[in-house]
């Protein structure tokens, strides 16, 4: 099936209802999202020549016309290429080309930017900005009263991963992929209500916008704030103006709304779901982000190769504070989702027995096809239909997936494994860190040695024997740190999450 077939009926059910807001201002009902898709679909068509199966790419700042786009795309059969508005513009050359993209929305910023890589552009590509009067007479035009009818492994969405080592990775999602996705969110992570309101203060163009599916099918809200992003402020006051409003947010997202909400005494009034994920939640923030906040908290683990899908710690686990091992639960990412299997695999790709770390694998509808022209890539990260993600975990006797870390990011000193999550939970307890990431840095007689990078809080000052000894009362001496680095800020990629190959590029020089 063709997944805009869920605005096609959602239009035709409630055609009133609205459907894309920017702020509190409402953009355009049902009726008008759906045959503006249908409209700039059929401009793909007529004056470009976007075929079925065509890739179109997306390199543009969160706004409304952002969903028109996607689901004008997928109205024709063609497959949308998101690109994160915050890369350069030659990183968006490079993606448009690998992909071959026929054509690239971009907003006036963007263009720029691709203007100035289009030497690393194919000759053929053409652009669109979705702030001229060109597309805005797109949208108004006329087109196809439904989808184009698509087969379930067809390509749908073509997400190029992050790309913290090497050139990215386009990974293939195909419309059975994203339905999938979008039963497992109802199932395990938020069930959408009509009334809800899916604010996209993180990139549409990542796991934010994957989450539109669902709101779509059920007739809700889609609003993109007026800043365009995350605006911790801007949230809060939303929530209390809309109502009902789910979002997902990236970890460190959380911590500053939860600062913010303490900062003017607030509780998210509104806010009905945080949705985090895409990187660790340690112990202490989400005990905190619920003491400010209240149980309005949702964990998803997944991977752009397992879109949102891999296991999910839902709310009635966040509630549950009478079960013996609440506390292991909530440092815990959960169960596998309703169409996944997880298992932990040892260094010969074996399965382990419960309690036992290892690699973090995971088989099932949501899997991608594959990765887009890298057939060395697939062989090495799908065997069997199991998904080799990379990272080290372990499951208990119930099911639930405890992270460790990155299986590179593992420090070996003296020959023994130390995962840097178990350093970083325990630095991050002390009131006087704010932030904090583990590295292992090459030492000649022990392999490698645990170095802190840590950011301080406003005024605490910078005492190596003071987080040594805050160390030492919670995890094995061997584990803590032999250095501590006191920075400003830690390495971000444009998701949020910490870029431990710049920490560690940084500590070589």
Known sequence: MNIAQWLAATARL???????????????????????AAAVGAHLVREH????????????????????CLYGIWWIGAAAIPINAKLHGKEAAWICSNAEAKLAFVDDD?????LEARADLLPSIQMMSIDSDDYRRAREGKGEAAPLPREIDDLAWLFYTSGTTGRPKGVMLSHGNLVAMSVCYIADVDPPMPDDASLYAAPISHGAGLYNFPHVRMGGRHVVPESGGFEPEEVLALGKQLGNVVMFAAPTMVRRLVDAAKRLGETGEGLRTIIYGGGPMYLADIQDAIATMGQKFVQIYGQGESPMTITALGRRWHEDVSHPRYLERLASAG?????????????????????????????GAAVMLGYWNNPKANADTLKDGWLRTGDV?????????????????????????????????????????REVSAIGVPEPDW?????????????????DSKFDAHCLASIA????????????????????????????????K
Do not use: W
Request: aromatic share 6%.
């Open 49 to 68: 020549g976007v075929m079925p199966g065509d890739r179109i790419a997306l390199f543009a700042s969160n706004c409304t016309q952002y969903l028109e």
């Open 447 to 463: 392999g490698e040695i645990v170095v802190a990078c840590m950011v301080l809080k406003d005024g605490a000052a910078a005492d």
């Open 393 to 433: 975990g372990r499951l208990d006797e119930d099911g639930f997936l405890t992270l460790s870390d990155r299986s590179k990011d593992v420090i070996i000193s003296g020959g023994t494994n130390i995962y840097p999550r178990e350093v970083e939970e325990a630095l991050l307890t002390h009131p006087d860190v």
């Open 14 to 36: 409630h055609p009133g209802a609205p459907a894309l807001l920017t702020g509190t201002r409402v953009d355009a009902d049902y009726a008008t999202f759906a045959r503006r």
């Open 110 to 114: 963007s263009r720029q930017a691709l």
């Open 477 to 508: 001496r061997f584990k803590r740190p032999k250095r501590y680095v006191y920075l400003d800020a830690l390495p971000k990629n444009n998701y949020g999450k910490v870029l431990k190959t710049s920490l560690r590029e940084m500590m070589a």
């Open 335 to 363: 169960p596998a989702q309703s169409v996944m299997e997880v298992r932990i695999t040892d260094a010969d790709g074996k399965p382990v027995p419960a309690g036992e770390t290892g690699e973090i694998e995971a088989k």
